[in-house]
């Protein structure tokens, strides 16, 4: 429940929780700067989404529903993705669309 809830909150951007970032290895690495491959870049930032080779504007969270509208290369696109707290409740689990595989997000460093 409390990554939950740390997940509404990063919809509403405060200085308090510009801190608030949840990522892959890779998410993290390109939040910080860092070069990363594309396909391994999952991060949940305050309001916003870095997905695949994406950036994201989270658009809502709902009980286990996490709606965005992304850009990448000129396009745009909906994105809707499974979320939930992860089993052992330091993360959050994204299910990604069509491909059924999931991503585990922990708290940046």
Known sequence: M??????????AATSAQAQAVLGTEAGCAHVA????????????????????GATCQIAGIQTGTLVAACAEDGERFDLV???????????????????????????CE
Not at 2 to 11: E, H, N, P, S
């Open 2 to 11: 409390r990554t939950l809830a740390i997940l509404a909150a990063l919809c």
């Open 33 to 52: 700067g860092d070069e990363t491959v594309p396909e391994d870049r999952f991060a949940i930032l305050p309001g916003h989404l870095a997905y695949r």
């Open 81 to 107: 993705l499974g979320i939930s707290r992860a089993p052992d409740g330091g993360g959050v689990v994204i299910a990604l669309p069509d491909e059924g595989g999931e991503r585990v997000l922990y708290p």
